[in-house]
């Protein structure tokens, strides 16, 4: 099958723009691998939970899913924090096996919890821009999914100057690399944990109020974005953030061109055939050190 | 193997196997197959997770490999269903050693293994989902034909009593393995793989010995699920929830001990059926326990229900004797 350059073209830009988001996801899910060294399984049913927030936000109060970010990047920013610091913290007892078990429970309660409340049903949200395109040369671009780009990309860089720039930043760089030594020199190991998750958490907030304008939530949303998500944190090396960026925009194109050329029910299956190659043969990433 | 050992086994294939005997409602039989099912898969995960230490979060993958191989046999190709049931788990076995032989070799261990198995399950899914020789998302129906020699009875107790059979199979073969070489290498393996290793202890033979064993047993798991409903889809068939189901049990009923994951299984199913029954048909309510169930069991018993019936009995013991 051989397709028209400009088709190609536009798959491409389509697989950057959802690659944005994706990295965003996968931004949340590295920076906690990062530093607390250990793969969150909640973080898909975190971000449905969050898609779900912004869609009642907007059915019962009217308030557009962009505006959403202001109250709910603070309010999943504390939701984190919490979660990491009364439930995954004490019930874990600092053992990496029962981290993986209890944020697995997580996730079997928050989705189930959600699709008791809401049922299975899809929802969506419709907004004045939610068809509105740009023109952009040849191509014509969908308004909410550039907006989406933009946004996720300046989280990105937002987040890394916080990491690099602030004492926070500093203080969780110094657990990630020395949790020991980073304690001695008087920084609460626990709090810089539980700041972590909840950055973690707000970066989620942040992608549903992005997604929500062009996609649907249901209760099982977040599986297919986090594994997704997972195959971006390997790909770009565990822990590093420009590898979740630019892990995030390769994953985008590869999805929408493996769409274009073998169909939708296909599409997805270049996604995990690179995960499983690459947790085969390069473990730490193409941006993380080496282990 | 000492008797002592057996004793319990015996006394829980007496009490599930006597229960058909008085009780004949369908549902009760449903739930006793279904949940017996779900222990024989969570056996499988018990050999490579509870005493290899290897947590797999893709075991359906095992588990949908057995029904496949035993429903596509049987529809497609006409082998007698026992033939197709052993070719089943042996198919099944095949997929562990692949898959533990891939993953091992390049020492991926920990978050990474339970990643990777879950990216297999996944591949395995989509692949099912859209291929034609499974029925893609259709799904594959065995042929209704009532008869032993296809391993299809009119009586839902006899398949109470085969999946109480193969099950307590396990758990003889699970304690079997407890007492011998290989088991003592596959806890070694799991306590300290470096110095195991240091030991002279061959921990990538271990491993993959470990886990063939185990994901042939899910999917004689999968395959008895197939002879049951008589039907399967790749969400079933490869769906995240068998995966779960296969690591909770153990998890819950006490991770690298030969009664867990039936122990385990019997207590979550039984759970979900009395959450379904206080809180009326709300979808999804049976499983926010399991997840409440699951954190709760992880923070304060970390042996499951058999640890926490060890200590008690310590306790007790240790009273009675001062």
Known sequence: MLYSPAIVAEAVVNGLMTGAVYALVALG????????????????????????????????????????????????????????????GP???GDDGNILLVTLGLSILIENALLAGFRSDTRTIATDYGFQVVEAGPLLLSMPRLIGFAAAVAVTVLLWLTLSRTDTGRAIRAVAKEKLGASLVGINVGHVYAVTFGLGCACLAVAACLLMPTFYVNPRVGNAFVLVAFTIVVLGGMGSIPGALIGGLFIGVVESLCGLYLGDSLGQIGIFLIFILVLLVRPTGLFGAKA | MTGRALMPILVAALLIGAIPLFVSANTVLNFLVFTLIIALAAQGWNILGGYGGQFSFGHAAFFGTGAYA?????????????????????????IGWIIGYLSFRSGLRGSYFALVTLAFAEVFRILANASAITGGAAGLLVKLDVR????QFASRAVFVWI??????????????????????????VRENEGAAKALGVDTLKVKLTAIALSAGVTAAAG?????????????IAYGTWISVEALLAPIIGGAGTVLGPLVGAVTLH?????????????????????????????????????????????????????
């Open chain 1, 29 to 88: 899910l590295t920076l906690v691998y990062g530093v607390l060294h250990i793969i969150n399984f909640a973080h898909g049913a975190l971000l449905t939970a969050a898609m779900f927030a912004v869609w009642v936000l907007h059915s019962a109060f009217g308030l557009d899913p962009y505006l959403a970010i202001l109250p709910l990047a603070p309010l999943f920013f504390g939701l984190g924090y919490a979660v990491q610091r009364f439930v995954i």
């Open chain 2, 148 to 151: 032993p020699e296809n391993f």
């Open chain 1, 91 to 93: 019930a874990s007892h």
């Open chain 2, 163 to 188: 999946a109480l059979a193969l099950v307590v199979a396990v758990l003889v073969l699970t304690a079997w393995i407890e007492r011998s070489r290989f088991g003592a290498q596959l806890v070694a």
């Open chain 2, 270 to 322: 039984g759970l979900g059926e009395i959450t379904k029954t206080l809180a009326g048909r709300v979808p999804g309510i049976d499983l926010v326990a399991f997840g409440a169930l699951l954190i709760v069991a992880v923070a304060f018993a970390p042996d499951g229900i058999i640890g926490l019936a060890r200590r008690l009995r310590a306790r007790i013991g240790g009273g009675g004797g001062a």
């Open chain 2, 223 to 235: 395959a008895l699920y197939v002879q049951y409903f008589l039907y399967i889809d790749a969400n």
């Open chain 2, 70 to 94: 035993a429903a596509i046999l049987q529809s497609r190709f006409g082998i007698n269903a026992w033939a197709a049931f052993a070719i089943g788990i042996a198919a099944g076995a095949a």
